[in-house]
């Protein structure tokens, strides 16, 4: 059997991650707070299936999946509507939570992975800067190396000391508040508004969602400030005023969740830790997809531990992942980080307005499989074309200022983001990880 790998929490990157591990010959075991018959939200995702490629999975048989519709965005004035028109070879699949759970569990079951379930992960133990294991309600648990996957709340990334330079919490902002349900569904709806997403709906700062399907209707409502029950049903009122799809009966769901909707985690990793996943911050900051970006890092980090020869999991040898993760995911997202806070601060009549002068137009909307990073999302663009694409269209100064201001701190995230040490060294670290989270300032 080969080193000791614990893996805190059971989720997409913690499992897939713990299989690959597993595959070659560690010896793994995931703790997982929940019970296996209450893993996974009931509901669906929505996420690139090359996710399962990258993994060296063949994809779960096709009654377990189809693909996605394409969204319709409107402004809070709901007068301009703009329809994805996603390449065929672009578009995500559609799969339920659970399903995923099921397939990908199997796998890493079949790899000899342990899981523990109903084991709640408290804190990390350290041995002066190294992660030596965990305490949990089980009791205490010591491994070579500790995987952090127990998503954005991370109890072991929240506990690291201030001198790793791993940052402990997400700030304002950087978290989606969100409500999800699947209603009965009272009517047929066109096509076009099969699956709509209103923006700032309200002047609100977020979105809503209502997902119009075969047997129900999905509505997704989502804030940046925390959201309670008396704002859910009042919103869910306002909405069936303009969606005769939504019931009132709950079919499905019906939970408050967090989505981390912000750069990724400055540092990934410290002697004997590394963090994947939600727990890392690797969603798409403006569309909160973190699949198939948590099954990629889990091909990355799995590829750098085995590439660890000396068996030390250090910082030092552990940095290859967070600049293979950089290089190939996080310089993308970075970007996008700078672009949802120009988000947070538009004003409804602003949104309105660049929607209607096609400062954002059907295609810069088209988010296909591939759109991980700001010129991907916007067809392909150069910064130069989008410079000019701007400049040509932006007629209101409060929009212009705002934009402006996100193409500077756009510039400089970026700069930031690729200026990163390439190999391990504390003081070079900390002093470019302050840098970096200096970079998304609301
Ligand atoms: C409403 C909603 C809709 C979403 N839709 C999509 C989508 O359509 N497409 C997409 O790509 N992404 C979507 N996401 C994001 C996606 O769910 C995450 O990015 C992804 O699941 C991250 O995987 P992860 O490995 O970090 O694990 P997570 O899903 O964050 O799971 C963490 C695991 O750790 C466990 N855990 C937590 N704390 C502890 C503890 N203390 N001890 C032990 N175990 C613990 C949890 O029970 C959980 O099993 C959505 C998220 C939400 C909330």
């Known amino acids: 059997m080969g080193r000791k790998i614990i893996v805190t929490g059971g989720g997409h990157g913690g499992i897939t991650a713990a299989m690959l591990l597993a595959k070659n010959g560690f010896d793994v075991t995931v703790f997982e707070k929940n019970s296996r018959e209450n893993m996974g939200h009931d509901w669906t995702d929505i996420f690139d299936k ?202 499905r769901g019906g939970q408050f969740v967090k989505i981390p909707v912000r750069q990724p985690l400055g540092v990934l990793v410290a002697d004997g830790y590394a963090a994947i996943g939600d727990s890392a911050f690797m969603t798409v900051p403006i569309i909160g997809s973190g699949i198939a970006n948590s099954f990629k890092a889990a091909r990355i980090l799995a590829d750098a531990i085995v590439a660890d020869k000396d068996e030390a999991y250090s910082a030092e040898s552990l940095w290859k992942y967070q600049t293979e993760f950089y290089k190939r995911i996080g310089s993308g997202l970075a970007p996008l980080a700078c672009v949802k806070l120009m988000l947070t601060r538009l004003e409804g009549h602003e949104l309105d307005y660049i929607f209607a002068t096609g400062i954002l137009n059907a295609d810069d909307m088209t988010i296909g499989a591939d759109s991980t990073n700001l010129a991907s999302m916007l067809g392909g663009m150069s910064f130069d074309d989008i410079k000019i694409k701007l400049g040509g269209l932006i007629n209101d100064k409060t929009v212009l200022k705002k934009v402006v201001r996100m193409g500077l701190e756009l510039v400089k995230a970026t700069a930031v983001t690729a200026a990163m040490p390439k190999k391990y060294d504390r003081t070079a670290v900390l002093k470019w990880v302050k840098e970096y989270n200096e970079c998304f300032k609301q």
């Open 50 to 251: 090359k996710g399962f490629t990258e993994l060296g999975l063949e994809l779960p048989s096709k009654e377990l999946y189809k693909l996605k519709h394409d969204m319709t965005f409107y402004g809070p004035a709901m007068q301009t509507a703009l329809h994805q028109n996603t390449p065929a070879d672009q578009l995500e699949i559609q799969m339920e939570r659970r399903d995923i759970y099921n397939y990908i569990i199997g796998k890493a079951e079949d790899a000899g992975v342990k899981l523990v379930y109903d084991c709640e992960v408290v804190a990390p133990i350290l041995f002066g800067n190294r992660v030596v294991g965990i305490k949990t309600s089980g009791g205490d648990e010591f491994a070579d190396l500790v995987i952090d996957a127990c998503g954005m709340d991370s109890p072991v990334r929240r506990a690291l000391p201030e001198s790793l330079g791993i940052q402990n919490e997400a700030i304002e902002y950087e978290q989606f508040y969100v409500y999800r349900a699947f209603w009965n569904k009272t009517a047929e709806v066109e096509d076009i508004d099969k699956f709509k997403v209103l923006m700032l709906p309200e002047g609100k700062l977020g979105i809503s969602w209502i997902a119009t399907e075969e047997e129900h209707t999905d509505v997704l409502i989502g804030r940046f400030l925390p959201l309670d029950t008396d704002e859910v049903d009042r919103t869910m009122d306002v909405l069936r005023l303009s969606n005769p799809s939504i019931g009132t009966q709950i079919l």
